[in-house]
């Protein structure tokens, strides 16, 4: 599914924010680099999007919050795995995280899309992480396209909404 990426018009004046936990970063950064070359692809520089790394998911809805009522992003973008056996249990995690993600684009009203993962089961043996990294790279492709035809969308309906 190698998709040439449609390029984006005025790629210049899209602004997106992207999370990223910094637990299990050599993963997690395959996504946001992904993101970034998809972007390239489609015409929108690197230099729109600003990058922050957050201690884990848990700490990803508040800064998205955050960054998505400063008025300033056309969307945030959120990227971690979460996985078993930290202090706290993964589904109780991913729930608190998905969920607040949501609550945070209804809010505000500014997409907010997700890349975090949270495998029933991971091992921290080579087999795994590889997986893990190259997984990764593709959830960063398809999370930077959906960023990008939503952003479309809520352009489009604005564009409605005034004419």
Same mark, same amino acid.
């Not at 040439?4 to 996504?31: E, F, K, L, M, Y």
């Not at 692809?41 to 919050?65: K, N, Q």
């Not at 959120?78 to 607040?100: K, M, P, Q």
């Given at each position: 599914m190698n998709?040439?990426?449609? #390029? ?7 602004? *997106?924010?992207?999370? =990223?936990a910094?637990?299990?970063?050599d993963i997690?950064?395959?996504?946001? &680099?992904a ?5 390239? +692809?489609?015409?929108? #520089?690197? !230099?729109?999007?600003?990058?922050f &790394?957050?201690?884990? !998911?848990? $700490?990803?809805?508040l800064f ?9 992003y &056309?969307a945030?973008?959120? =990227?971690a795995?979460?996985?078993n056996?930290?202090?706290? +249990?993964?589904?109780f995690v991913s729930t608190?995280v998905?969920d607040g ?6 809010d505000?009203?500014v997409? *907010?899309l997700?890349?975090?993962?949270? #495998?029933? &089961? ?7 992480? !590889?997986?893990?990294r190259?997984?990764? *790279?593709?959830?960063?492709? $398809?999370?930077?396209?959906? =960023? ?8 489009g309906?604005e ?5």
């Amino acid at each position: 599914m190698n998709q040439t990426p449609t #390029p984006i018009a005025n790629g210049n004046r899209i602004r *997106v924010a992207v999370i =990223c936990a910094s637990r299990h970063q050599d993963i997690v950064h395959r996504a946001r &680099d992904a993101l970034l070359a998809e972007f390239e +692809r489609s015409g929108v #520089p690197t !230099a729109r999007v600003d990058l922050f &790394d957050v201690p884990g !998911a848990f $700490e990803i809805p508040l800064f998205a919050r955050k960054l998505a009522r400063s008025r300033r992003y &056309d969307a945030v973008v959120a =990227c971690a795995l979460v996985v078993n056996g930290g202090i706290y +249990r993964h589904e109780f995690v991913s729930t608190a995280v998905i969920d607040g993600l949501m609550r945070v684009q209804l809010d505000t009203e500014v997409p *907010v899309l997700s890349a975090v993962l949270t #495998p029933r &089961d991971f091992h921290e043996h080579e087999e795994h992480v !590889a997986f893990f990294r190259e997984h990764f *790279v593709k959830k960063g492709t $398809e999370v930077a396209r959906a =960023c990008l035809q939503t952003i479309a969308l809520h352009r489009g309906l604005e564009g409605q909404a005034t004419a």
